[in-house]
């Protein structure tokens, strides 16, 4: 089983700062690497694929990158909306398809 | 395209429950489909899933032997049978779409209910 990282666990951040996550995998995942965002009492919305291609009417302050293990989610300009915790999954390896434990993206 | 759980609650350990999905808004039988799971106040853990025909399911090891998925195409719905519940069980569950032509990461996602083992 694939071991997915997140780091770090907590960010505390201000509206228009530029926010970088970051998510680690055990063994290599190549770019089967999604990151999704899930809001307090709602499902996770899927946010990237592929490690860097943006889902369906996602904004395109959010940004992916990495392969193998290492691997960045980018938000350029925090806006409200966006406070939230961010997950990243990985589904070259599996089954068991691995989500990392989360970051949480506070206010400041 | 909506996904709509239904079935959870309150069940002792040992007892048994059993989840449906409806699914609409798009073509049901060309898609894998999985449940995915969250603890209270924890992350998401991926349980299960299962081919568009319906003939091959994937489990995640603390279910196996215990969970059952299945899917009736011409209801365009999507079940879990879970058995034999515990404790560790306890958790919102959410039906989801894999995305087409991508692998096992998920573009839809029902809005989730709630399962509670407890005595």
């Known amino acids: 089983e694939i071991l997915m990282t997140q780091s770090p666990a907590t960010l505390s951040v201000s509206r228009g700062e530029r926010v970088t996550l970051s998510c680690w995998a055990s063994?290599?995942?190549?770019?089967?690497l999604a990151w999704y965002q899930q809001k307090p009492g709602q499902a996770p919305r899927l946010l990237i694929y592929?490690?860097?291609t943006r889902a369906t009417e996602i904004p395109a302050r959010f940004s992916g990158s990495g392969s193998g293990t290492e691997f960045t989610l980018t938000i350029s300009s925090l806006q409200s909306e966006d406070f939230a915790v961010y997950f990243c999954?990985?589904?070259?390896?599996?089954?068991?398809?691995?989500f990392g434990q989360g970051t949480k993206v506070e206010i400041k | 395209v909506q996904l709509a759980e239904s079935g959870g609650g309150l069940v002792q350990p040992g007892g048994s429950l059993r989840l449906s999905c409806g699914a609409s808004g798009f073509t049901f039988r060309s898609y894998w489909m999985s449940w995915v799971r969250q603890a209270p106040g924890k992350g998401l853990e991926w349980v299960a899933n299962i081919n568009r025909e319906g003939t091959e399911e994937k489990y995640v090891d603390s279910v196996k032997g215990r969970f059952t998925i299945s899917r009736d195409n011409a209801r365009n719905s999507l079940s879990l049978r879970m058995n034999n519940l515990r404790v560790e069980d306890t958790a919102v569950y959410y039906c989801a779409r894999e995305f087409l032509g991508v692998g096992a990461t998920f573009d839809y996602w029902g809005q989730g209910i709630l399962v509670t083992v407890s005595s």
């Open positions: 999954q990985q589904y070259n390896n599996g089954p068991p398809w691995t």
């Open positions: 063994q290599s995942v190549s770019s089967n």
């Open positions: 592929g490690a860097s």
